[in-house]
């Protein structure tokens, strides 16, 4: 169990964090653990995903990360009760609202397609805990754990474990991975901020005073006639103008013959 401990603290406690987890009795009891700091800063990103259909959402995630924002590979772990949760650790702490950023940038690009409840970012707006895997869910019998990716679809039915884990393998699973360096998280996050989107473009009906602003026909006219007429011919007017010019032109040539 101690083994187990260590990978955890190593990946996602904060410095000077007491040590949550198992208890001595390996029994799957398990005191939340708070991801946040007292001075507002986290080290754990987390993203719980509530329902096991949604696995091959996860795995694409998982895949982007590596991939698309040339990050170290995050945990993956599988509930006790339902669904799974994804985690990233910083080799250092960040502040929360950095944090937050970085999960809602991963939220648009990625998961926009799932329903806001079927997901739980952590940090979010709200303080929240989270349990710590490997755990036993009283309330199902089933075990949460970290799982090989590969196994992901394994559960995508039904989640969360028969049986306790081997704890020694939990924690080769997780000494396997790294943290995030700064760099590389300022990286991704300028990777995610080139993906959003431009403005939309502005599609409200211009108003009459603005429309007259596009004219380049200038305005050295000494009559009304000569205005019309060059609004007519100004390639900068759209149709709307030049038909509008050419009804106030008839006056001018009302009975002319040739």
């Known amino acids: 169990m101690n083994k187990l401990i260590t990978q955890l603290q190593r990946l996602y406690f904060l410095p000077d964090q007491p040590g949550l987890g198992q208890s001595p009795e390996d029994d ?12 507002g800063t986290v080290r754990t990103l987390s993203i719980r ?18 991939e698309e924002l040339d ?12 669904g799974f949760r994804l985690w990233l650790s910083l080799a250092q702490p960040i502040p929360v609202a ?4 970085f999960l809602a940038e991963l939220r648009r690009r990625y998961l926009a397609d799932l329903p806001p409840a079927s997901l739980e970012l952590v940090p979010g707006a709200e303080p929240a805990t989270i349990d710590l895997a490997p755990a036993l869910n ?13 196994l992901g679809s394994m559960f995508s039915d039904e989640s969360g ?7 020694d393998r939990q924690a080769d699973l997780l000494a396997s991975l790294k943290s995030i360096d700064a760099a590389a998280f300022r990286h991704g996050l300028a990777l995610l901020a080139a993906d959003e989107p431009s403005p939309a473009p502005d599609d409200s ?4 005073a603005d429309k007259h602003s596009t004219l380049t026909v200038g305005s050295n006219y000494s009559d009304p006639k000569s205005f ?30 040739d």
Do not use: C
């Open 28 to 39: 799957g009891s398990n005191l939340p653990f708070q991801p946040v700091s007292a001075d």
């Open 49 to 66: 995903f509530a329902r096991p259909g949604d696995w091959e959402v996860l795995a694409q995630l998982y895949q982007a990360l590596r």
């Open 71 to 82: 990050l170290p590979a995050p945990a993956i772990s599988v509930s006790g009760d339902k």
């Open 98 to 101: 950095q944090a937050r950023h």
């Open 138 to 150: 009283t309330a199902t019998g089933k075990w949460s754990a970290f799982i090989d990716p590969s």
């Open 161 to 167: 474990l028969e049986m306790a884990p081997n704890m």
């Open 205 to 208: 009906p211009q108003r009459p």
């Open 228 to 257: 019309l007429l060059a609004v007519m011919n100004d390639p900068s007017a759209s149709a709307g103008q030049r038909i509008k010019a050419a009804k106030a032109l008839l006056p001018y040539f009302a009975g002319k013959r």
